[in-house]
Nanobody, 125 residues
Framework: QVQLVESGGGLVQAGDSLRLSCAAS????????MGWFRQAPGKEREFVAA????????NYADSVKGRFTISRDNAKNTVYLQMNSLKPEDKAVYYC??????????????????WGQGTQVTVSS
């Protein structure tokens, strides 16, 4: 059974940083691409970032490019999202997702097979 458990969310001020983590279990982590999505109240779930199985390729939404960095540690079965220069519009529930044997270019939720429960990120102005 695949499990994805996010952590690291919280309440910060605009301009601050946070690092989200997602611990995966139940599959061979190093064969799958990983992604981060977010969903604000009343809005659809949107793509944030993705990383290939090896970590060699990454992909970002334009809204976070230059501020967020996705990375992974295959020895720890964990993917990270380093978020810098946070803005109030980054406030959302952030979800980790796993894409079986996928590339880093999956930007749609239906391209991912497994999801975590989400972690809340709130940014005050």
């Amino acid at each position: 059974q695949v499990q994805l458990v996010e952590s690291g969310g919280g309440l910060v001020q605009a301009g601050d940083s946070l690092r989200l983590s997602c611990a995966a279990s139940g599959r061979t982590f190093s064969t799958d691409a990983m992604g981060w999505f977010r969903q604000a109240p009343g809005k659809e779930r949107e793509f944030v970032a993705a990383i290939s199985s090896s970590g060699g390729s990454t992909n970002y939404a334009d809204s976070v490019k230059g501020r967020f960095t996705i990375s992974r540690d295959n020895a720890k079965n964990t993917v990270y999202l380093q978020m810098n220069s946070l803005k109030p519009e980054d406030k959302a529930v952030y979800y980790c997702a796993e894409r079986r044997y996928g590339s880093a270019y999956g930007t749609k939720p239906n391209q991912y097979d497994y999801w975590g429960q989400g972690t809340q990120v709130t940014v005050s102005s």
